[in-house]
């Protein structure tokens, strides 16, 4: 030793003290064995003795010395002791120990010293024999300082990993099967807090080992594996018994990766299975397990697996069968966060089979997620399933075709969002929640990493997370954290607990000043990853920002080790360091360095990215092209990088900095990042990035101009934003080379939002590709297949792609298979991309040897090319490649969807389309293997339809590619057939397949597929009986092509036909409905084209379809019930319309002049009589005429009558008949009270009406209620019959109707609850009261009739609701003016009634919705518990009442209590605004878009009160933009006017000319710029919710503004118009003034809706363009189709006698009189208050004419009617957002509407 010393320069005694452990290693062994009587071995203890003699000797180390390094290294002298573990192969009886059935013969004996484990076992206990303390065992001398366990653990693993020799492998695992059962011994002692740490690292050491095991086991490496489960089975019993659940959360780790095992290795077969019975079986009962069983995935469907199946099943089936919605549930409860990707194979296997066999559930799930797509639980599915096949994607095949699957089950379905979101990991949102204090949300996510760390299958990085571990929960800030968390229920702190520091030990954490700190980092090569890996370069980017002195967060210093070892570690830290860094960033140096070279990273990305983009159409566009573009820098390179720039923009600069400026922590050029961020597929990021860019662009611009120029030069439009795209485009071009208009278009292509691609100029351009992009956005095939062929100076392949492209989607497949061999002459070495198009046009067409491949057989193949090979081996029947084929297809599939990003939804489907293809084609491998059966096919051909009605709402181009391959795989079938009957049985799946396929394209506007798919029916399958049902389909396409005549002659043909055969129709159902439908078709396409009279169009067609369909009973099939309908639906609205034609024609001028001379000629003939002038030729003639014209007149009215009950008797029939027309309730009331007097109407309501279910009439309850009476009119009984149906409809659905009847009962109530003082109180109100006028009286006494009648039934609940209506009413007229100065809450007066109400068990909670069931069985409604004994007052003039009501599952929902305020008006709106959400969601178009208008619920509750659903989460626009000091404009634009100071310049040029006006309007907006378009970037970080949410709300924009301009809304001042913080959504309140009453007020309103600048601002760069035109359009197009419905509701709203919607002049001076100047009219109302409500029968007449004089300006809206001329819905929209936004209109509003925010 000492000659050593000196050699290498050291003290010896240091370096002995160095290698004690390995000195001690040979002397305690032969102390322990102190009984052994061997010779050899007595002399070697005698030579340790005297060796330890020697070191004891104080010269040498000394006894002090020695004991305390005995002491520390601890740890390490345990762990050499055991190295020297060898078990021999022939033992002596006595001395066996568990591991003696592990050895082998030929184990290889190790170098010496080695020792049997009964020596090992007798040194180790001496060892512990040492210590001066009471405990026996060396485990519990450990347990002092647990960490050491975590030591002697890693140190044995390390040795594990580090060797490859299968032996020495197999004796380190003996080795740490001998520690581990020791510590298995005492594990219930806790090993001094560690046992949660050893029993979870021990578990998955042993599973990574088993995972890692070769493919055959013999020999040796057979005895490691059963080791490894003797092991495991003896930790799993001890974890059982001793530790109560923690094997709970491992559970499902280790059964998963136990199954596989079963059924590869016979020999361990017998162990693995009965440790599984031992886990599941045997512990079914123990609630720490039952739990975690409840929740395995299930159990093989193998015989061995068969009890531990029916066990687990009968745990997690005990409350009875799951639905798919729970069986969904189940799989996402686990956590994905697994290192272990195979353990989910069965749970893969069995979701599969789950959403195979119930697609009917699956559409219920779409259907209900409509609303709240966030919540939906495919979407979710989706987001755990893609999150799997990323983890598994370097691992195992086997998981990702099981996902391939699985997704494949799901299909390209419309999710009805545009993103997936999981963009944050689940860490980052719990730490924000847990703690307010950065750093500690740091060390929790920090932690909770390397938690995970601990259990990776690497021993580096084990080892690397240990010793941060330790570092970090030695600081301060680690101390502090861990005393923060102990109280949360999480495991995590368990696990830690080895690695704590007591609080004497904690470490100060030296911060090492330098004199330059980061100068290191300023180096190119350092940021920008030339030729290395990503993960090179990314380890050594974290750990230069480490070393480089600016970090100064204690926890971050200490992330070292690990980001030495682990990539993912880095790529998750980077972003914390660089914000760490600029935190602490003094002098700006920092960001000054950090800027140039992130800046530079960017710059590097673009320059790579630049090469054109060349893919067609991103949906068929493939991914990997990208990556040879982009060489030198990887795409996760470039995503972690972004992560950066995103995560530092979320991150606040300042408690007071606006979103924008925290955009701007480095000086970055964000159009170059957004650049980056769609390379990288982040679509929306990038689309964030182009705003943030343009609005700096515009910023820098602002502050260069003078102001004095600058006011010349703004024109209005670009006043929101003040360069337009194509300016923008330009700038951008000269300063970074990127055009930001082609980005823009690339951006929108990949997000697959309909109507953005319109936003950037897409129409306006020039560019020959951009023109093509929108052809083929639009689908117009035909065009885009012009401009290809035109614009040769496109580059070839994107040019040949195209046109390839357009003509497959044009159904031109015979010229494109032509066009196809051309250019493989003309180029055979073609790109791979070619190629591909060439496969698929391929196999579409069926021509199978033309095609000899390029690549050898074991390149990648393409999709169509496997597809094709597939197709290929179907017909020669090779199954094992086909099946290889298509394995190998979606393996493909799956990985590349995982190493895409995964924010937009859209970017999915093509891969989904194709997954859902593979899985089709597998199916019906099973078809052609056997021999085929008719119920087979038929089985296979209702998959496919179940799987089509999924897909309804998808885009036709993800659906085509499906069908086209149905199609070939029936033309194959057909093929191979031989058999006659089977072939016409595939004949007849073929010809259904096609027309559904005509259909689907017919609806998708394409109208070449479907001529193509009549053209190969008509091939296929010649007409039986002369007629079949795809002529139907051939008629409808030539119809579709506007080829008239054609498709007319085609269906009279048929008609003629089928009458013909009369006898064949009787019998057959389907002919009958053929023969209908013909009629029915025949009829109403003659009626559109005026090619019959009326009459004749009746009687031959509508009547007889009518007629033969009635005659069909029996079985009723929906195709069935669905004929009827529409029969009988054609045959009344025809009817309707003659009888509206004649009713047109009995108002106009024409008719009265003819009546006006009619009766002078009356007149003339009687004055003839009276003088008995003889009968000349004359008088003759005159009476003749008269006859004649009384004739006609007498026939019109004849007419009349015939077509009105023709009408309602085809509504009511059609009512009856099914579901889908229940809006046309709507026109038959109509037509009923229009005609109340006429008996035959009444005569059939009373008759069939009965039958029609009374919850059809639910959406006119208030139209029916007002008009009830008592009286009997002209003895026909119309209120008889009107009373007994609403009393029908009470009894069926009291929870609808009962407050809507009791208001009615109740009108005057306010008078006789409250006292006479509160009338005189009411100084300035909207309503005074009115005097009962005797109709009214009549009306409360039918409705008091009601009333009682459903009293009978049910008495307790009609006795809690009036009680209820009492108190609202008794409440909403308190006095409230004592507390108008207060802001919080008041406590609610004692005397009040509505303290008492408590558990009213049977009124529902009434401003909650109910939905109406049919059935009136009504369950699980919320009713009401009790009110808060609070109220707020909300602002406004009669001081409404804020109180909330506490429902029966206990959520308090707020209430808006109004009194003096007649609620009908507003009630009646949001009446209109359901039928408008229906007909918009019954529209493709406009559901596709979620297109709605959002209302709350209005329950009146007498003529002067009422109660309204308060909309939480919602903000006024008023609030957000101006109100308060921390109001947007206030914080963004501090420098512009203030908002008052606007005001009062308005208000004082009130009664200037207009162009002083408008002069003056503009000059305010010139210094009052508009800053909505930040709402969503503050509310919304993540881009990707911030896309959605701006989405939703210029949606929202576009539906509301359209239905209030066709409603006539007016008042939009910004207080009125609510913005919900969790959606973006407007919520439009208050809606008094409507069909344009706002014209006639005092200061008339000049804007059609409200688009002022900061709407307009809100909706992003491409403002009115784009997304809020087209919705504009959708939305008009919507109701102007549906003119009928709302004219017909409008109309039943106009004359309801209780519905005051006229301006008076009380209203006008409330409106336009708000509080601020209200002094100087109190004198001259009082005496108008007389006047203005006595409007009595005698204003009748002119009420009418008002309400027709609506009703008429209605239709002109709805008919494209703007001043006097027809526009299309394009040019109306058009008209109408130019009216909106044109300053000379904004400047003449009324200035409390504020229209320059």
């Given at each position: 030793?000492?000659?050593?010393?000196?050699?290498?320069?050291?003290?010896?005694?240091?370096?002995?003290?160095?290698?004690?452990?390995?000195?001690?290693?040979?002397?305690?062994?032969?102390?322990?064995?102190?009984?052994?009587?061997?010779?050899?071995?007595?002399?070697?203890?005698?030579?340790?003795?005297?060796?330890?003699?020697?070191?004891?000797?104080?010269?040498?180390?000394?006894?002090?010395?020695?004991?305390?390094?005995?002491?520390?290294?601890?740890?390490?002298?345990?762990?050499?002791?055991?190295?020297?573990?060898?078990?021999?192969?022939?033992?002596?009886?006595?001395?066996?120990?568990?591991?003696?059935?592990?050895?082998?013969?030929?184990?290889?004996?190790?170098?010496?010293?080695?020792?049997?484990?009964?020596?090992?076992?007798?040194?180790?206990?001496?060892?512990?024999?040492?210590?001066?303390?009471?405990?026996?065992?060396?485990?519990?001398?450990?347990?002092?300082?647990?960490?050491?366990?975590?030591?002697?653990?890693?140190?044995?693993?390390?040795?594990?990993?580090?060797?490859?020799?299968?032996?020495?492998?197999?004796?380190?695992?003996?080795?740490?099967?001998?520690?581990?059962?020791?510590?298995?011994?005492?594990?219930?002692?806790?090993?001094?807090?560690?046992?949660?740490?050893?029993?979870?690292?021990?578990?998955?050491?042993?599973?990574?080992?088993?995972?890692?095991?070769?493919?055959?086991?013999?020999?040796?490496?057979?005895?490691?594996?059963?080791?490894?489960?003797?092991?495991?089975?003896?930790?799993?019993?001890?974890?059982?018994?001793?530790?109560?659940?923690?094997?709970?959360?491992?559970?499902?780790?280790?059964?998963?990766?136990?199954?596989?095992?079963?059924?590869?290795?016979?020999?361990?077969?017998?162990?693995?299975?009965?440790?599984?019975?031992?886990?599941?079986?045997?512990?079914?009962?123990?609630?720490?397990?039952?739990?975690?069983?409840?929740?395995?995935?299930?159990?093989?469907?193998?015989?061995?697996?068969?009890?531990?199946?029916?066990?687990?099943?009968?745990?997690?089936?005990?409350?009875?069968?799951?639905?798919?919605?729970?069986?969904?549930?189940?799989?996402?409860?686990?956590?994905?966060?697994?290192?272990?990707?195979?353990?989910?194979?069965?749970?893969?296997?069995?979701?599969?089979?789950?959403?195979?066999?119930?697609?009917?559930?699956?559409?219920?799930?779409?259907?209900?997620?409509?609303?709240?797509?966030?919540?939906?639980?495919?979407?979710?599915?989706?987001?755990?399933?893609?999150?799997?096949?990323?983890?598994?994607?370097?691992?195992?095949?086997?998981?990702?075709?099981?996902?391939?699957?699985?997704?494949?089950?799901?299909?390209?379905?419309?999710?009805?969002?545009?993103?997936?979101?999981?963009?944050?990991?689940?860490?980052?949102?719990?730490?924000?929640?847990?703690?307010?204090?950065?750093?500690?949300?740091?060390?929790?996510?920090?932690?909770?990493?390397?938690?995970?760390?601990?259990?990776?299958?690497?021993?580096?990085?084990?080892?690397?997370?240990?010793?941060?571990?330790?570092?970090?929960?030695?600081?301060?800030?680690?101390?502090?954290?861990?005393?923060?968390?102990?109280?949360?229920?999480?495991?995590?702190?368990?696990?830690?607990?080895?690695?704590?520091?007591?609080?004497?030990?904690?470490?100060?954490?030296?911060?090492?000043?330098?004199?330059?700190?980061?100068?290191?980092?300023?180096?190119?090569?350092?940021?920008?990853?030339?030729?290395?890996?990503?993960?090179?370069?990314?380890?050594?980017?974290?750990?230069?920002?480490?070393?480089?002195?600016?970090?100064?967060?204690?926890?971050?210093?200490?992330?070292?080790?690990?980001?030495?070892?682990?990539?993912?570690?880095?790529?998750?830290?980077?972003?914390?360091?660089?914000?760490?860094?600029?935190?602490?960033?003094?002098?700006?140096?920092?960001?000054?360095?950090?800027?140039?070279?992130?800046?530079?990273?960017?710059?590097?990305?673009?320059?790579?990215?630049?090469?054109?983009?060349?893919?067609?159409?991103?949906?068929?566009?493939?991914?990997?092209?990208?990556?040879?573009?982009?060489?030198?820098?990887?795409?996760?390179?470039?995503?972690?990088?972004?992560?950066?720039?995103?995560?530092?923009?979320?991150?606040?600069?300042?408690?007071?900095?606006?979103?924008?400026?925290?955009?701007?922590?480095?000086?970055?050029?964000?159009?170059?990042?957004?650049?980056?961020?769609?390379?990288?597929?982040?679509?929306?990021?990038?689309?964030?990035?182009?705003?943030?860019?343009?609005?700096?662009?515009?910023?820098?611009?602002?502050?260069?101009?003078?102001?004095?120029?600058?006011?010349?030069?703004?024109?209005?439009?670009?006043?929101?934003?003040?360069?337009?795209?194509?300016?923008?485009?330009?700038?951008?071009?000269?300063?970074?080379?990127?055009?930001?208009?082609?980005?823009?278009?690339?951006?929108?292509?990949?997000?697959?939002?309909?109507?953005?691609?319109?936003?950037?100029?897409?129409?306006?351009?020039?560019?020959?590709?951009?023109?093509?992009?929108?052809?083929?956005?639009?689908?117009?095939?035909?065009?885009?297949?012009?401009?290809?062929?035109?614009?040769?100076?496109?580059?070839?392949?994107?040019?040949?792609?195209?046109?390839?492209?357009?003509?497959?989607?044009?159904?031109?497949?015979?010229?494109?298979?032509?066009?196809?061999?051309?250019?493989?002459?003309?180029?055979?070495?073609?790109?791979?991309?070619?190629?591909?198009?060439?496969?698929?046009?391929?196999?579409?067409?069926?021509?199978?040897?033309?095609?000899?491949?390029?690549?050898?057989?074991?390149?990648?193949?393409?999709?169509?090319?496997?597809?094709?090979?597939?197709?290929?081996?179907?017909?020669?029947?090779?199954?094992?490649?086909?099946?290889?084929?298509?394995?190998?297809?979606?393996?493909?599939?799956?990985?590349?969807?995982?190493?895409?990003?995964?924010?937009?939804?859209?970017?999915?489907?093509?891969?989904?389309?194709?997954?859902?293809?593979?899985?089709?084609?597998?199916?019906?491998?099973?078809?052609?293997?056997?021999?085929?059966?008719?119920?087979?096919?038929?089985?296979?051909?209702?998959?496919?339809?179940?799987?089509?009605?999924?897909?309804?709402?998808?885009?036709?181009?993800?659906?085509?590619?499906?069908?086209?391959?149905?199609?070939?795989?029936?033309?194959?079938?057909?093929?191979?057939?031989?058999?006659?009957?089977?072939?016409?049985?595939?004949?007849?799946?073929?010809?259904?397949?096609?027309?559904?396929?005509?259909?689907?394209?017919?609806?998708?506007?394409?109208?070449?597929?479907?001529?193509?798919?009549?053209?190969?029916?008509?091939?296929?399958?010649?007409?039986?009986?002369?007629?079949?049902?795809?002529?139907?389909?051939?008629?409808?396409?030539?119809?579709?092509?506007?080829?008239?005549?054609?498709?007319?002659?085609?269906?009279?043909?048929?008609?003629?036909?089928?009458?013909?055969?009369?006898?064949?129709?009787?019998?057959?159902?389907?002919?009958?409905?053929?023969?209908?439908?013909?009629?029915?078709?025949?009829?109403?396409?003659?009626?559109?084209?005026?090619?019959?009279?009326?009459?004749?169009?009746?009687?031959?067609?509508?009547?007889?379809?009518?007629?033969?369909?009635?005659?069909?009973?029996?079985?009723?099939?929906?195709?069935?019930?669905?004929?009827?309908?529409?029969?009988?639906?054609?045959?009344?609205?025809?009817?309707?319309?003659?009888?509206?034609?004649?009713?047109?024609?009995?108002?106009?001028?024409?008719?009265?002049?003819?009546?006006?001379?009619?009766?002078?000629?009356?007149?003339?003939?009687?004055?003839?009589?009276?003088?008995?002038?003889?009968?000349?030729?004359?008088?003759?003639?005159?009476?003749?005429?008269?006859?004649?014209?009384?004739?006609?007149?007498?026939?019109?009215?004849?007419?009349?009558?015939?077509?009105?009950?023709?009408?309602?008797?085809?509504?009511?029939?059609?009512?009856?008949?099914?579901?889908?027309?229940?809006?046309?309730?709507?026109?038959?009331?109509?037509?009923?009270?229009?005609?109340?007097?006429?008996?035959?109407?009444?005569?059939?309501?009373?008759?069939?009406?009965?039958?029609?279910?009374?919850?059809?009439?639910?959406?006119?309850?208030?139209?029916?209620?007002?008009?009830?009476?008592?009286?009997?009119?002209?003895?026909?009984?119309?209120?008889?019959?009107?009373?007994?149906?609403?009393?029908?409809?009470?009894?069926?659905?009291?929870?609808?109707?009962?407050?809507?009847?009791?208001?009615?009962?109740?009108?005057?109530?306010?008078?006789?609850?409250?006292?006479?003082?509160?009338?005189?109180?009411?100084?300035?109100?909207?309503?005074?009261?009115?005097?009962?006028?005797?109709?009214?009286?009549?009306?409360?006494?039918?409705?008091?009739?009601?009333?009682?009648?459903?009293?009978?039934?049910?008495?307790?609940?009609?006795?809690?609701?009036?009680?209820?209506?009492?108190?609202?009413?008794?409440?909403?007229?308190?006095?409230?003016?004592?507390?108008?100065?207060?802001?919080?809450?008041?406590?609610?007066?004692?005397?009040?009634?509505?303290?008492?109400?408590?558990?009213?068990?049977?009124?529902?909670?009434?401003?909650?919705?109910?939905?109406?069931?049919?059935?009136?069985?009504?369950?699980?409604?919320?009713?009401?518990?009790?009110?808060?004994?609070?109220?707020?007052?909300?602002?406004?003039?009669?001081?409404?009442?804020?109180?909330?009501?506490?429902?029966?599952?206990?959520?308090?929902?707020?209430?808006?209590?109004?009194?003096?305020?007649?609620?009908?008006?507003?009630?009646?709106?949001?009446?209109?605004?359901?039928?408008?959400?229906?007909?918009?969601?019954?529209?493709?178009?406009?559901?596709?878009?979620?297109?709605?208008?959002?209302?709350?619920?209005?329950?009146?509750?007498?003529?002067?009160?009422?109660?309204?659903?308060?909309?939480?989460?919602?903000?006024?626009?008023?609030?957000?933009?101006?109100?308060?000091?921390?109001?947007?404009?206030?914080?963004?634009?501090?420098?512009?006017?203030?908002?008052?100071?606007?005001?009062?310049?308005?208000?004082?040029?009130?009664?200037?000319?207009?162009?002083?006006?408008?002069?003056?309007?503009?000059?305010?907006?010139?210094?009052?710029?508009?800053?909505?378009?930040?709402?969503?970037?503050?509310?919304?970080?993540?881009?990707?919710?911030?896309?959605?949410?701006?989405?939703?709300?210029?949606?929202?924009?576009?539906?509301?503004?359209?239905?209030?301009?066709?409603?006539?809304?007016?008042?939009?001042?910004?207080?009125?118009?609510?913005?919900?913080?969790?959606?973006?959504?407007?919520?439009?309140?208050?809606?008094?003034?409507?069909?344009?009453?706002?014209?006639?007020?005092?200061?008339?309103?000049?804007?059609?809706?409200?688009?002022?600048?900061?709407?307009?601002?809100?909706?992003?760069?491409?403002?009115?363009?784009?997304?809020?035109?087209?919705?504009?359009?959708?939305?008009?197009?919507?109701?102007?189709?549906?003119?009928?419905?709302?004219?017909?509701?409008?109309?039943?709203?106009?004359?309801?006698?209780?519905?005051?919607?006229?301006?008076?002049?009380?209203?006008?001076?409330?409106?336009?009189?708000?509080?601020?100047?209200?002094?100087?009219?109190?004198?001259?109302?009082?005496?108008?208050?007389?006047?203005?409500?006595?409007?009595?029968?005698?204003?009748?007449?002119?009420?009418?004419?008002?309400?027709?004089?609506?009703?008429?300006?209605?239709?002109?809206?709805?008919?494209?009617v703007e001043e006097g001329t027809v526009l299309s819905v394009g040019g109306q929209v058009n008209l109408l957002i130019q009216q909106a936004m044109d300053p000379k209109n904004l400047s003449h509003l009324y200035p409390g509407w504020k229209a320059w925010v």
């Open positions: 030793m000492k000659s050593i010393a000196n050699k290498i320069e050291r003290d010896w005694r240091q370096l002995l003290a160095h290698c004690f452990p390995k000195i001690l290693l040979n002397i305690l062994p032969y102390f322990a064995c102190q009984n052994q009587e061997d010779s050899e071995i007595a002399l070697k203890r005698e030579k340790a003795h005297k060796v330890y003699d020697m070191l004891k000797d104080e010269n040498c180390l000394g006894k002090q010395l020695m004991d305390n390094l005995i002491h520390s290294n601890l740890p390490e002298i345990v762990v050499e002791v055991l190295m020297t573990l060898h078990e021999p192969v022939n033992i002596k009886p006595g001395e066996e120990s568990a591991l003696t059935r592990f050895t082998g013969d030929l184990d290889p004996i190790p170098n010496p010293p080695h020792f049997p484990s009964y020596v090992i076992k007798a040194t180790l206990d001496y060892i512990s024999g040492c210590h001066k303390t009471k405990s026996k065992s060396l485990v519990a001398v450990l347990s002092k300082n647990p960490e050491s366990f975590q030591r002697i653990l890693f140190a044995i693993c390390k040795q594990l990993s580090g060797t490859s020799n299968v032996y020495q492998k197999h004796r380190n695992l003996m080795i740490y099967h001998f520690f581990v059962t020791l510590l298995l011994k005492e594990i219930k002692d806790g090993l001094g807090g560690a046992w949660a740490f050893v029993l979870r690292d021990v578990i998955y050491t042993i599973i990574h080992h088993i995972s890692n095991r070769p493919l055959l086991l013999k020999g040796v490496s057979l005895r490691s594996f059963l080791l490894c489960c003797d092991l495991l089975s003896r930790v799993c019993h001890t974890a059982v018994t001793c530790c109560k659940d923690a094997l709970g959360s491992h559970l499902h780790v280790i059964i998963g990766t136990l199954i596989p095992i079963v059924g590869e290795q016979p020999e361990a077969q017998e162990e693995v299975l009965a440790l599984l019975k031992y886990l599941v079986v045997d512990n079914k009962d123990n609630e720490n397990l039952s739990q975690a069983i409840k929740h395995l995935d299930p159990f093989p469907d193998h015989p061995m697996f068969k009890e531990l199946r029916t066990t687990q099943q009968k745990i997690k089936y005990n409350r009875g069968k799951f639905s798919l919605l729970e069986e969904i549930n189940h799989f996402l409860s686990f956590d994905i966060s697994d290192a272990l990707p195979i353990t989910r194979l069965e749970g893969l296997n069995d979701l599969r089979k789950q959403l195979e066999t119930h697609k009917d559930q699956m559409k219920d799930l779409m259907k209900a997620s409509q609303e709240n797509p966030k919540d939906c639980i495919i979407v979710k599915l989706m987001a755990c399933l893609l999150q799997l096949s990323k983890t598994a994607v370097n691992s195992t095949d086997t998981v990702l075709e099981a996902v391939g699957s699985c997704l494949g089950e799901i299909g390209p379905i419309n999710f009805s969002t545009t993103a997936l979101q999981h963009s944050k990991s689940s860490s980052y949102y719990s730490a924000v929640d847990l703690f307010e204090d950065r750093e500690l949300q740091c060390t929790f996510i920090m932690l909770s990493l390397i938690n995970n760390a601990l259990i990776d299958h690497c021993i580096e990085v084990r080892s690397a997370a240990a010793a941060c571990l330790k570092n970090i929960l030695a600081t301060k800030t680690g101390h502090t954290f861990w005393e923060m968390y102990k109280s949360k229920a999480d495991t995590m702190l368990i696990y830690l607990h080895p690695f704590r520091v007591s609080k004497k030990k904690l470490l100060e954490v030296s911060v090492n000043v330098r004199e330059k700190p980061l100068e290191d980092l300023n180096n190119t090569n350092l940021w920008i990853p030339q030729s290395r890996s990503h993960d090179i370069w990314i380890k050594a980017l974290t750990c230069a920002l480490l070393d480089g002195g600016g970090v100064k967060s204690e926890v971050l210093q200490f992330l070292k080790p690990l980001c030495e070892v682990q990539t993912d570690f880095c790529q998750t830290v980077l972003p914390y360091l660089i914000h760490d860094i600029l935190l602490h960033d003094s002098n700006q140096s920092g960001q000054a360095l950090l800027s140039t070279n992130i800046q530079g990273f960017f710059t590097t990305c673009c320059k790579f990215a630049k090469a054109p983009s060349r893919s067609s159409t991103p949906v068929n566009s493939d991914p990997d092209s990208e990556t040879l573009v982009c060489g030198s820098l990887d795409k996760i390179s470039r995503r972690a990088m972004l992560a950066v720039v995103d995560y530092l923009r979320q991150q606040k600069r300042s408690p007071s900095s606006t979103v924008f400026e925290d955009s701007f922590w480095l000086e970055l050029n964000y159009l170059q990042v957004a650049m980056t961020a769609q390379s990288c597929a982040a679509h929306f990021t990038a689309l964030l990035y182009v705003e943030i860019y343009a609005d700096k662009i515009n910023l820098d611009k602002k502050q260069k101009r003078s102001p004095s120029r600058a006011a010349k030069q703004l024109t209005f439009e670009e006043g929101s934003q003040n360069l337009t795209i194509t300016g923008l485009s330009e700038k951008s071009e000269e300063e970074t080379g990127i055009n930001l208009q082609g980005l823009l278009m690339d951006i929108y292509r990949s997000i697959g939002e309909p109507d953005s691609l319109y936003g950037c100029g897409g129409g306006k351009m020039l560019q020959p590709l951009a023109r093509i992009r929108t052809y083929e956005h639009e689908a117009v095939w035909g065009k885009a297949l012009v401009t290809y062929d035109l614009e040769t100076s496109l580059p070839p392949s994107t040019r040949q792609a195209g046109i390839i492209e357009a003509l497959q989607n044009f159904g031109l497949c015979d010229t494109l298979s032509i066009y196809l061999k051309g250019l493989e002459q003309e180029n055979p070495k073609c790109s791979l991309e070619l190629q591909e198009l060439r496969y698929q046009a391929a196999w579409r067409n069926m021509q199978w040897d033309q095609i000899f491949s390029v690549k050898d057989e074991m390149g990648e193949r393409g999709y169509h090319e496997s597809l094709y090979d597939a197709l290929q081996c179907l017909r020669d029947k090779e199954f094992p490649t086909f099946y290889e084929r298509l394995k190998c297809a979606r393996i493909k599939e799956v990985e590349e969807l995982s190493k895409a990003s995964l924010e937009s939804v859209y970017s999915l489907l093509p891969t989904l389309c194709r997954l859902q293809t593979i899985g089709e084609l597998e199916h019906t491998g099973q078809l052609f293997s056997g021999s085929l059966t008719n119920r087979q096919l038929n089985d296979m051909y209702l998959k496919w339809q179940s799987q089509s009605q999924l897909l309804q709402d998808s885009d036709f181009s993800f659906q085509e590619p499906i069908m086209a391959l149905r199609t070939v795989i029936l033309k194959i079938l057909l093929e191979k057939e031989n058999e006659n009957t089977k072939r016409e049985c595939i004949k007849d799946t073929l010809t259904k397949h096609l027309v559904e396929l005509s259909r689907l394209a017919r609806v998708a506007k394409n109208t070449q597929l479907p001529e193509r798919a009549v053209f190969q029916i008509k091939q296929y399958s010649p007409t039986r009986h002369g007629v079949s049902e795809w002529q139907l389909e051939e008629a409808q396409v030539f119809w579709a092509k506007k080829e008239e005549t054609l498709a007319l002659s085609i269906l009279k043909n048929m008609v003629k036909k089928l009458d013909e055969d009369w006898f064949m129709v009787e019998k057959d159902p389907n002919l009958k409905l053929i023969y209908t439908e013909c009629l029915r078709l025949c009829g109403s396409w003659l009626a559109e084209t005026c090619l019959e009279n009326p009459t004749v169009i009746m009687q031959n067609y509508l009547e007889k379809a009518v007629e033969v369909a009635g005659s069909q009973n029996g079985d009723h099939s929906d195709e069935l019930k669905s004929g009827k309908m529409k029969a009988f639906l054609s045959l009344a609205r025809f009817s309707d319309t003659q009888y509206q034609r004649i009713e047109n024609y009995m108002k106009s001028s024409e008719f009265e002049n003819k009546q006006a001379l009619l009766m002078a000629a009356k007149q003339e003939v009687c004055l003839l009589r009276e003088h008995k002038i003889q009968a000349n030729r004359y008088t003759v003639k005159v009476q003749r005429e008269l006859e004649l014209d009384e004739r006609a007149i007498h026939a019109l009215r004849e007419d009349r009558r015939r077509f009105l009950c023709k009408a309602v008797e085809n509504y009511i029939r059609c009512l009856l008949s099914g579901d889908e027309c229940d809006l046309w309730i709507f026109r038959l009331c109509s037509l009923w009270l229009e005609n109340s007097g006429v008996s035959d109407v009444n005569v059939m309501i009373k008759r069939e009406g009965e039958k029609i279910p009374s919850y059809k009439f639910l959406p006119l309850m208030y139209q029916l209620a007002a008009r009830m009476g008592t009286k009997m009119m002209d003895g026909l009984g119309f209120h008889h019959i009107l009373n007994n149906l609403i009393a029908r409809i009470s009894l069926d659905h009291p929870h609808h109707t009962l407050f809507i009847i009791l208001a009615l009962a109740n009108a005057n109530k306010d008078e006789l609850l409250t006292k006479p003082e509160a009338a005189r109180q009411s100084r300035l109100t909207k309503n005074v009261p009115k005097e009962i006028s005797p109709l009214d009286m009549d009306r409360m006494e039918a409705a008091s009739n009601i009333i009682n009648i459903i009293k009978c039934q049910r008495a307790d609940m009609v006795r809690s609701v009036e009680a209820l209506c009492n108190a609202y009413i008794i409440l909403a007229n308190l006095d409230a003016s004592p507390w108008k100065s207060q802001r919080g809450g008041v406590s609610i007066p004692s005397n009040q009634p509505i303290t008492k109400l408590k558990d009213l068990d049977d009124v529902v909670v009434p401003t909650l919705e109910i939905k109406v069931d049919p059935s009136g069985k009504y369950e699980n409604l919320v009713t009401v518990r009790s009110f808060k004994p609070e109220f707020r007052l909300a602002g406004g003039l009669n001081l409404p009442k804020i109180i909330d009501c506490v429902g029966s599952d206990g959520r308090e929902r707020r209430q808006l209590v109004k009194g003096r305020d007649d609620l009908r008006q507003d009630a009646v709106m949001q009446q209109v605004f359901q039928m408008c959400n229906t007909l918009l969601q019954q529209n493709t178009e406009t559901r596709k878009r979620k297109l709605t208008i959002r209302r709350y619920k209005v329950v009146p509750l007498s003529q002067r009160s009422g109660v309204l659903e308060w909309c939480t989460g919602t903000i006024p626009l008023g609030e957000f933009l101006i109100n308060t000091d921390r109001s947007a404009h206030k914080r963004y634009r501090p420098k512009d006017y203030t908002s008052l100071f606007c005001q009062t310049t308005m208000m004082n040029a009130l009664k200037k000319a207009s162009e002083e006006k408008y002069v003056i309007f503009m000059d305010i907006c010139q210094n009052f710029q508009p800053v909505f378009r930040y709402f969503c970037m503050e509310k919304f970080l993540d881009p990707a919710v911030w896309f959605e949410k701006r989405l939703a709300y210029t949606r929202s924009v576009a539906t509301s503004s359209i239905v209030g301009y066709i409603l006539g809304l007016g008042d939009r001042h910004v207080q009125n118009i609510l913005l919900d913080e969790q959606t973006a959504e407007l919520v439009h309140i208050d809606l008094g003034v409507a069909f344009e009453q706002g014209k006639i007020l005092p200061t008339p309103e000049t804007v059609p809706f409200r688009l002022t600048r900061d709407v307009v601002d809100g909706m992003g760069i491409t403002g009115v363009e784009g997304v809020f035109r087209r919705c504009c359009e959708k939305t008009m197009a919507v109701m102007r189709n549906s003119q009928e419905a709302l004219l017909t509701i409008v109309e039943v709203l106009l004359y309801d006698p209780l519905f005051d919607w006229t301006m008076n002049p009380l209203k006008a001076l409330y409106l336009q009189q708000r509080p601020e100047d209200e002094d100087d009219t109190t004198g001259s109302l009082n005496s108008s208050n007389q006047d203005c409500n006595t409007k009595a029968s005698s204003d009748t007449q002119t009420f009418n004419t008002v309400a027709e004089r609506v009703l008429m300006r209605l239709q002109e809206k709805l008919k494209g």
